[in-house]
């Protein structure tokens, strides 16, 4: 690592008070990688914790395809999602869902068969479903919030119509069987 | 005359603790490691640093164990569907260095292999437990923090420990192996009280993550003439890994055992799907062997975190697994007995159809239906 580059990564992350551990860790990569992780880190303002989270899953990805990591943050997916309009956050949350499908495909590919067939039971804003994190579990729990008894009584119809749809059984057949 | 295949382990350097210098445990360990540099101590300063936890292997420790020898298997978390299984430590660390190991993260700091002398007290702690509870029928195994017969050839452990429980009306004892040093154990009579059980993996994983256990054909001719002795015999699938063919490779692990085996005679097969803490999987990146990283396929698979702390592969894809596990096992003979370690009942219920109690798993191992 050229020490031009090594003296932006030590001060990219004393600025942001990383601990030492991972700042060896970080000089210790390959030019590439090191420069392609600064310029991450320094596109979405990125802290140690998210920093770490996302280099975890890199690395997991590129252990696993035979990639370096500069060539797995320039994957199609996660350069679409890094030249969103969007603010920093949402730019963040972008590309952290961009690396996860990439890390875990096929509970991504689950995931999304729910959220698709939850997104068509058409609940009102007010009726909310939530799946288990990573799926780590077969309960879906259901969140109403609402200010006024018509708002409950049509939070409560629609649920109604909801359950009574092909598509909630598919939501407990996805759950139940895991295919 | 030694029959197993794969070369028996010796340490590089043996430490005795000062007063068990006249044990016999240290006199059989000294005659039949002539050549291993001895070092005797009031306490095991010396012992106490080394280079990495591959360098510990390579140490044997002869010491009194201070402390109870039998404990609850720590695999009976709470929300787990648990088998109620006791656990023995004669020793701890291992010879073994499989990628996988939860030792890597439990022992980390632990600078040698350690055998205890006073195995006698062991077995009179467990002779307590038994009498006490003459009603209930224990599965007691000392494959916890040391593999069960990997040192049988320096310590004669089994000898002591087979004829007891031979003895015994109301406990089984299980000896958990990678390893085929068996010669021991045809030397003496279990009378239907020991199981030898082999923890089993594709042939792939044996090959390439478990370096100094012997080969999956190795293990299943061990297990073929253990079977012939009158022994039982248990299997352990356990880590299962997601990795690319697994299907293939389980399968073909499956088929292999029980072209050889006879199923009307396995004691019990367990299934448990490969679990990790953060501080393992941290281990296992940094650790190095011959200059290579330790195996890329542990840390690549779709494990998440769960209750427990433990991160496993997602939940749809282990259940998919036991599930095909199951469906071989069953081909194979519907009658044998079989478990699922460390998942909670959702996981029993989506993979095997229904939950049973953790005493109703108990019972069904020891032949109490």
Request: hydrophobic letters at 40%; charged letters at 25%; proline letters at 5%.
């Amino acid at each position: 690592m050229s020490p031009p580059l090594e003296d932006m990564i030590r001060r990219f992350a004393s600025e942001r008070r990383y601990a030492g551990v991972t700042i060896e860790r970080w000089l210790g990569l390959d030019a590439p990688d090191g420069a392609a992780l600064l310029t991450l880190a320094e596109e979405l303002r990125l802290g140690e914790n998210q920093l770490r989270e996302l280099w975890e899953w890199a690395e997991d990805i590129g252990d696993r395809d035979g990639r370096q990591l500069a060539e797995v943050l320039a994957l199609e997916p996660i350069v679409a999602a890094r030249r969103q309009r969007v603010g920093r956050n949402d730019k963040l949350k972008l590309v952290k869902r961009a690396l996860r499908r990439l890390r875990f495909p096929s509970l991504s590919a689950s995931e999304d068969q729910l959220a698709n067939l939850i997104r068509s039971l058409a609940l009102p804003p007010n009726v909310r479903v939530h799946t288990p994190a990573f799926l780590e579990g077969d309960e879906v729990r259901i969140e109403i919030t609402a200010r006024t008894a018509n708002g409950l009584r049509r939070a409560l119809a629609s649920l109604t119509d909801a359950a009574s749809s092909r598509a909630c059984d598919e939501i407990f057949g996805v759950l139940e069987n895991w295919t | 005359m030694a029959s197993a295949a794969t070369p028996p382990w010796l340490p590089e350097a043996l430490w005795i603790e000062r007063s068990e210098v006249d044990s016999s445990l240290a006199h059989r360990i000294r005659a039949r490691a002539p050549h291993v540099p001895v070092e005797v101590a009031d306490e095991l300063a010396t012992a106490e640093q080394v280079a990495s936890f591959a360098d510990g292997k390579r140490r044997l420790v002869v010491q009194r164990h201070r402390g109870t020898f039998l404990h609850h298997c720590p695999a009976g978390t709470s929300g787990l569907v648990c088998c109620n299984y006791l656990v023995v430590n004669f020793g701890a660390n291992c010879p073994f260095d499989c990628s996988y190991c939860f030792l890597q993260e439990y022992l980390s700091n632990n600078p040698a292999l350690k055998v205890f002398t006073n195995v006698t007290d062991g077995l009179a702690e467990i002779d307590s437990v038994l009498q006490a509870h003459p009603q209930r029928t224990f599965r007691i195994g000392t494959g916890e923090l040391v593999d069960s017969l990997a040192l049988d050839h320096l310590t004669d452990l089994t000898l002591e420990l087979v004829p007891f429980f031979a003895q015994r009306t109301n406990a089984i004892l299980e000896l958990k192996t990678k390893s085929d040093h068996i010669d021991n154990l045809l030397r003496v009579d279990p009378r239907g009280r020991v199981v030898v059980s082999w923890s089993v993996n594709a042939a792939v994983i044996c090959n390439e993550d478990e370096p100094g256990t012997a080969d999956l054909g190795s293990r299943i001719a061990a297990a073929i003439r253990i079977q012939d002795a009158g022994y039982g015999v248990g299997l352990h699938f356990d880590p299962l890994i997601a990795f690319d063919g697994w299907e293939t490779g389980y399968r073909g692990a499956v088929e292999r055992i029980f072209e050889a085996l006879d199923p009307g005679r396995v004691a019990w097969v367990s299934l448990g799907s490969l679990r990790m803490t953060p501080r393992l999987k941290a281990t296992i990146r940094t650790r190095r062997r011959n200059g290579q990283p330790l195996s890329t396929r542990l840390l690549t698979g779709e494990l998440v975190p769960g209750t427990d702390g433990k991160e496993r592969a997602w939940r749809g894809l282990r259940v998919r697994m036991y599930r095909s596990m199951l469906r071989w096992l069953r081909d194979v003979d519907a009658r044998i007995p079989l478990y699922i370690c460390m998942e909670p009942a959702g996981v029993w219920e989506k993979a095997v159809g229904w939950v049973p109690s953790d005493r109703e798993v108990a019972d069904s191992l020891v032949g109490m239906h």
